[in-house]
């Protein structure tokens, strides 16, 4: 059974930042992909940033316009733990924040939030003025 268990969300000024962390069991983050969505009151969950592994070291990471050059993505194997590093936060990025993982090794758009079998219960990252 695939578990999901994202934190360090919290509540920060603009121009802060937060790291959050996945946590998986059950599933392997060394191959196939992974992504970070978010859903704000109101709106529809989006993707945030995505990472494909092809299991043989190689990775690939895609971003929503939003937040290139301010979120980084990135992966611990040997943890099986997903990160998120979310700096210069401006009060749009205020959202529950979700860990999301694809069934399939193969295929899927890193955006698509349908392409993910398995989500956490996220975690509220609340950024004020």
């Known amino acids: 059974q695939v578990q999901l268990v994202e934190s360090g969300g919290g509540s920060v000024q603009a121009g802060g930042s937060l790291r959050l962390s996945c946590a998986a069991s059950g599933y392997t983050f060394s191959q196939g992909r992974v992504a970070w969505f978010r859903q704000a009151p109101g709106k529809e969950r989006e993707g945030v940033a995505g990472v494909y592994s092809d299991g043989l070291g190689g990775q690939s990471t895609n971003y929503a316009d939003s937040v290139k050059g301010r979120f980084t993505i990135s992966q611990d194997n040997a943890k099986n733990t997903l990160y998120l590093q979310m700096n210069s936060l401006k009060p749009e990025d205020t959202a529950v924040y979700y860990c999301?993982?694809?069934?399939?090794?193969?295929?899927?758009?890193?955006?698509?939030?349908?392409?993910?079998?398995?989500w956490g219960q996220g975690t509220q990252v609340t950024v004020s003025s």
């Open positions: 999301a993982a694809r069934a399939a090794v193969y295929g899927g758009r890193w955006f698509a939030r349908t392409d993910y079998n398995y």
